[in-house]
């Protein structure tokens, strides 16, 4: 039996993967390491309060004493590392807690598996980093993707921390033999996002009647791919992957963010006819500073050598991410109560809240 440390694992795309995880390889123990920030929710992994094989252990992966007790404590033989700050915009606005959780957490979690695994022979560990296309910085349109080799230059600071988190990982590898693996995902999307990132906030927004803040012209593209394709990327690189590799997992499904809010809210009012005019809520606000123009990430490596293909064309993503909120309005109310309030009052005014 496998025990695995999945970090982050009450966050969106953490707790998509120990359910995903609880149903692909049910016999793992799971030890479940989270802060529960903010953006960290209990309630986002309901159904497994009462299954021996998920323990949640709320903590900071940024606490050394912590996380050495736990490989102490359990045979902790796979890292699936996705704690971490990750809202562009709240990194502008207060970046020292990107370094610390993003940098100084990777570090402390190297470090306590590094020493834990001094030695060990009974199964070959591994250490898989969840990283983000945005290290590569910002293509124009007529650039090609971005490939494993495309050189890094990160523009926000959370792009910055989490750089510099992955040429850490990445240290561990050359210098110490340590069996770590990356991968660099592009925009994710589905159930327990929460709602400060695009899809979700236009989705509540609209929900809501209240206006839909598009930043700039609207005409910044992102790559979205369905959180669960990223699930399935993320275990196969964790089983199958090289150490000392990284792989690009994108979704290829380019999208400028006015043409996908518009398509999500027409989505929506296919779903909710007696919602109106939905698009109508659309409003242009002021830019991101900073605002990378372009991510696209070019798939071919982990195609070829480990035969992962995003599954989920973006409009079935869409209609069962809608159909997920949909069906959990009273998750959508309790998140966006409290101190996300404030968040948005400082990030949009008291026009958009
Ligand atoms: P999220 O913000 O929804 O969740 C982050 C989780 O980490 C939360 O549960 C939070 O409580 C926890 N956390 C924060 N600080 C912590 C700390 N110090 N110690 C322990 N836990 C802590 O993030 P997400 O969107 O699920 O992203 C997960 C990972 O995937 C991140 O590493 C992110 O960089 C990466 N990623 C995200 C996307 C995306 O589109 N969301 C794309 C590519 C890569
Ligand atoms: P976001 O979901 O914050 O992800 P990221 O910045 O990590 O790509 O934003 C996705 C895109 O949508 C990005 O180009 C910024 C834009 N955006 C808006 O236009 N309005 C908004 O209110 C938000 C949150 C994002």
Request: hydrophobic share 40%.
């Amino acid at each position: 039996m496998s025990v695995v440390l999945v970090t982050g694992g009450a966050g969106f795309i953490g707790a998509n993967f120990v359910h995903f995880l609880r149903r692909q390889r049910p016999e793992w123990q799971i030890i479940n390491l989270d802060l529960l920030t903010y953006a960290g929710n209990p309630e986002n992994l309901a159904g497994l309060e009462e299954d021996p094989r998920h323990i949640l252990v709320q903590g900071d992966v940024a606490d050394p004493a912590l996380v050495a007790s736990l490989f102490s404590r359990y045979p902790i033989t796979r890292v699936v590392h996705f704690a971490a700050e990750t809202h562009v915009d709240r990194s502008i606005m207060d970046p020292g807690v990107f370094v610390r959780t993003n940098v100084l957490g990777t570090y402390t979690l190297l470090e306590a598996a590094r020493h834990a695994w001094q030695g060990l022979k009974a199964e070959e560990p591994r250490f898989l980093h969840i990283s983000t296309d945005e290290v590569y910085g910002s293509l124009g349109p007529q650039d090609p993707a971005f490939t494993e080799k495309t050189p890094y230059s990160p523009n926000s600071p959370y792009a910055a921390s989490k750089a510099g988190a992955d040429l850490l990982v990445r240290s561990y590898f050359r210098t110490y033999g340590f069996p770590a693996l990356i991968t660099n995902c592009s925009n994710n999307y589905g159930p327990y996002q929460f709602p400060e990132k695009l899809i979700p906030f236009a989705l509540s927004q609209a929900l809501a009647g209240k206006p839909v803040p598009i930043y700039g012209a609207g005409t910044n593209i992102r790559d979205w791919i369905y959180v669960e394709d990223h699930c399935r990327g993320a275990l196969l690189v964790l089983e199958q992957g090289r150490p000392g590799e990284t792989y690009n997992l994108g979704g290829r499904q380019e999208k400028p963010n006015l043409e996908l809010v518009r398509l999500l809210l027409k989505l929506l009012r296919e779903m909710r006819p007696e919602l109106g005019h939905p698009e109508e809520l659309i409003t242009f606000v002021t830019d991101r500073p900073g605002h990378d123009w372009r991510y696209a990430l070019n798939t071919a490596k982990i195609e070829g050598e480990l035969g992962w293909r995003p599954q989920v064309d973006l409009e079935e993503g869409l209609r069962r991410t809608l159909s997920w909120y949909l069906g959990h309005q009273d998750w959508l109310e309790r998140v966006r109560s409290g101190a996300y309030r404030d968040y948005l009052q400082r990030q949009y005014g008291a026009a958009v809240v």
